[in-house]
């Protein structure tokens, strides 16, 4: 029987993903197990899909997990889910890859994304809880500890600490964290400053080009006009100073008006 | 329930709704072919290297729906196309994109909805719409508004339906009430649960049809086959299991499982 109020719950007929209520590890041995190879037949889709270029109704998955639905679970539950997930992640690559080799295409490829999804979600909803409960007991988060390093070009980046038995004094592993650049890291650091900038220029400067319209009350032509087209750049710049300002499409070369 | 979760306004479901409302969402980006071929990472902290299939900023919404097989035809053309000019270091002019998409939460036309063409030579004639395509505002009513188009590979000439575009005022609702064109809004409803369509000159409610939940899984709700094997039953999803507990989801399972770990745990540092 179809409860319509829960149809309008989620606003629609879900999901994916059988979710047997299974016992403990141990009662696997429990299954029937017919022939040596029926373990290995979890790889594979059902036979009735085997070269179809598109999937019947009967053999096509619904959506995925969204994080409403995942945060009802039981973290043994979720625990279970992850692994059916893992299953059918494995199957369906698996089949991608029997298609593949016979230059084919898997029928009803976005299985394989709604499962990437649901992962996702599933994760996403216990890294929400023990992060409630570390933050709780802790004070701390529990998304991995970041820091900023200083590599050996010169960039300051965002990195994941990583986890060391010997504090940094003993160990002497730690990375530079913004440390006083020298040389040719300097050096280096400002031509890249100057390239992006030069970048960022010539793309504001193509956008506006392409806005650019002829006039066709007056005839003339903005384009042939535009004085800052018609010379070259300079190709080298010993000054930040010299470096062209950057340009605003509005014309900003008069304040007034 | 909380307070503030009563407080809050209801969540616009119609926006939500569409054709692909169940396809994963990476799966349509990957359709766009607008996705990263490969990725040239561990540059010393420079930002990384991306080679693109087609560049983001190259991808222009076109009025057909997504999973057009011209659309997609094109698409490929394209991408081929740009890749042969990145190998040979030649300029590739990208397309530049000016349509503003109206936002979803102000969408008012849905498929089955009965409305008036304004415009060409069907002006003022009432039909149904068939196709919604949100990117750029435009919307196919069935057999109006139509070219004669002629195609080489089956020596046939055919009428095809050209887009409508809403936020040119091309196609209008029709009242319920006097059959005359009008525009609609969104307000809630008096029990304040959901949000409802009314036509501003009558303030009548225009229902929303039914083919409008239709997605690529079912026609209804209610006429979804499930499969067997792959399908979790709605009433076991629904079903909640969980009881908040003050421990870690790894304690938990270990709990559960009867893993006991008593070892000592030595201090680690990180940096």
């Given at each position: 029987?179809v409860n319509?109020?829960v149809?309008?719950l989620i606003?629609g007929?879900?999901?994916?993903?059988?979710?047997?209520?299974f016992?403990p590890?141990q009662?696997c041995?429990?299954?029937?197990f017919?022939?040596k190879?029926?373990?290995?037949?979890?790889f594979f889709?059902h036979?009735?899909t085997?070269?179809k270029?598109e999937?019947t109704?009967?053999?096509?998955p619904?959506?995925?997990?969204t994080?409403e639905?995942?945060?009802?679970k039981s973290?043994?539950?979720?625990?279970?889910l992850?692994?059916?997930?893992?299953?059918?992640r494995?199957?369906l690559?698996?089949m991608?890859e029997?298609y593949?080799?016979?230059?084919?295409?898997?029928?009803?490829?976005?299985?394989i994304?709604?499962?990437?999804?649901s992962m996702?979600?599933?994760?996403?909803v216990?890294?929400?809880?023990?992060d409630?409960y570390?933050?709780?007991?802790?004070?701390?988060?529990a998304?991995p500890?970041?820091r900023?390093?200083t590599?050996?070009?010169?960039f300051?980046i965002?990195?994941?600490a990583k986890?060391h038995?010997?504090?940094?004094e003993?160990?002497?592993?730690?990375?530079?964290?913004?440390?006083?650049?020298?040389g040719?890291v300097y050096?280096?650091?400002?031509?890249w400053?100057e390239?992006e900038h030069?970048k960022?220029?010539?793309?504001?400067?193509?956008?506006?080009?392409?806005e650019m319209?002829?006039d066709p009350?007056?005839?003339?032509?903005?384009?042939r006009?535009y004085a800052?087209?018609?010379r070259?750049?300079?190709?080298?710049y010993?000054?930040?100073d010299?470096?062209p300002?950057?340009f605003?499409p509005n014309g900003?070369e008069t304040s007034?008006? | 329930?909380r307070?503030?979760g009563l407080?809050?306004f209801?969540?616009?479901?119609?926006a939500e709704?569409g054709?692909?409302r169940h396809?994963?969402?990476e799966?349509?980006?990957k359709?766009?072919?607008?996705v990263?071929?490969?990725?040239?990472?561990?540059?010393?902290?420079?930002?990384p290297?991306i080679?693109?299939a087609?560049?983001?900023?190259d991808y222009?919404?076109q009025s057909?729906p997504?999973?057009d097989?011209?659309?997609?035809n094109e698409?490929i053309q394209?991408e081929k196309?740009?890749?042969?000019t990145v190998?040979?270091h030649?300029?590739f002019?990208?397309?530049s994109?000016?349509?503003n998409?109206?936002p979803?939460d102000n969408?008012?036309?849905f498929?089955?909805d009965?409305v008036?063409?304004?415009?060409g030579k069907?002006?003022?004639?009432?039909?149904?719409?068939?196709?919604?395509?949100?990117e750029?505002?435009?919307?196919?009513?069935?057999?109006?508004?139509?070219?004669?188009e002629y195609?080489?590979i089956l020596?046939?000439?055919r009428?095809?339906?050209?887009p409508?575009f809403v936020?040119?005022?091309q196609?209008q609702l029709?009242d319920p009430?006097d059959g005359?064109?009008?525009?609609?809004?969104w307000?809630?409803?008096?029990d304040?649960t959901?949000?409802?369509r009314?036509s501003?000159r009558s303030?009548?409610?225009?229902?929303i049809?039914?083919?409008a939940l239709r997605?690529t899984?079912y026609?209804?709700?209610e006429?979804?086959i499930e499969?067997?094997d792959?399908?979790?039953?709605?009433?076991?999803?629904?079903?909640?299991?969980?009881k908040?507990k003050l421990c870690t989801?790894?304690?938990?399972?270990?709990?559960?499982?009867?893993i006991?770990?008593?070892?000592?745990?030595k201090?680690t540092?990180?940096y």
């Amino acid at each position: 029987m179809v409860n319509k109020a829960v149809i309008n719950l989620i606003s629609g007929r879900p999901l994916i993903l059988l979710f047997k209520q299974f016992g403990p590890v141990q009662q696997c041995t429990s299954r029937n197990f017919a022939s040596k190879t029926y373990l290995l037949n979890e790889f594979f889709d059902h036979e009735h899909t085997f070269g179809k270029t598109e999937l019947t109704p009967k053999f096509r998955p619904g959506r995925a997990w969204t994080q409403e639905e995942l945060r009802l679970k039981s973290n043994s539950d979720l625990h279970k889910l992850w692994y059916v997930l893992l299953k059918e992640r494995n199957m369906l690559l698996t089949m991608k890859e029997a298609y593949q080799i016979r230059n084919r295409s898997l029928p009803g490829p976005e299985r394989i994304d709604n499962v990437k999804e649901s992962m996702k979600n599933l994760e996403a909803v216990v890294h929400e809880r023990n992060d409630a409960y570390l933050r709780l007991e802790t004070g701390d988060s529990a998304d991995p500890p970041m820091r900023t390093v200083t590599t050996p070009l010169g960039f300051t980046i965002n990195q994941q600490a990583k986890e060391h038995y010997e504090p940094w004094e003993i160990s002497g592993e730690k990375e530079y964290a913004t440390p006083y650049l020298e040389g040719d890291v300097y050096l280096f650091q400002k031509l890249w400053k100057e390239k992006e900038h030069m970048k960022a220029e010539i793309e504001s400067y193509d956008k506006e080009w392409a806005e650019m319209k002829t006039d066709p009350n007056t005839g003339i032509e903005e384009k042939r006009d535009y004085a800052l087209f018609q010379r070259s750049f300079r190709r080298t710049y010993n000054r930040l100073d010299h470096l062209p300002k950057t340009f605003k499409p509005n014309g900003s070369e008069t304040s007034d008006s | 329930m909380r307070l503030t979760g009563l407080l809050k306004f209801p969540r616009r479901k119609y926006a939500e709704l569409g054709h692909l409302r169940h396809i994963p969402h990476e799966y349509i980006e990957k359709l766009k072919r607008a996705v990263p071929k490969k990725v040239y990472g561990n540059r010393f902290g420079a930002p990384p290297l991306i080679r693109w299939a087609l560049p983001p900023d190259d991808y222009v919404p076109q009025s057909k729906p997504i999973y057009d097989s011209n659309i997609v035809n094109e698409t490929i053309q394209r991408e081929k196309r740009y890749h042969h000019t990145v190998l040979n270091h030649k300029f590739f002019e990208k397309r530049s994109h000016t349509v503003n998409a109206i936002p979803r939460d102000n969408w008012t036309f849905f498929p089955g909805d009965k409305v008036q063409v304004m415009v060409g030579k069907d002006k003022g004639r009432h039909g149904t719409v068939h196709t919604v395509v949100h990117e750029t505002n435009c919307v196919y009513v069935e057999g109006l508004h139509t070219k004669l188009e002629y195609e080489e590979i089956l020596k046939l000439h055919r009428l095809k339906e050209q887009p409508l575009f809403v936020d040119k005022n091309q196609v209008q609702l029709v009242d319920p009430i006097d059959g005359e064109p009008c525009t609609a809004e969104w307000i809630l409803n008096s029990d304040q649960t959901e949000y409802v369509r009314i036509s501003q000159r009558s303030g009548l409610e225009i229902p929303i049809p039914k083919s409008a939940l239709r997605t690529t899984e079912y026609y209804t709700p209610e006429t979804y086959i499930e499969v067997d094997d792959k399908d979790t039953p709605h009433n076991i999803v629904l079903k909640k299991t969980y009881k908040p507990k003050l421990c870690t989801f790894e304690q938990d399972i270990m709990e559960e499982q009867g893993i006991e770990d008593d070892r000592e745990h030595k201090p680690t540092y990180w940096y």
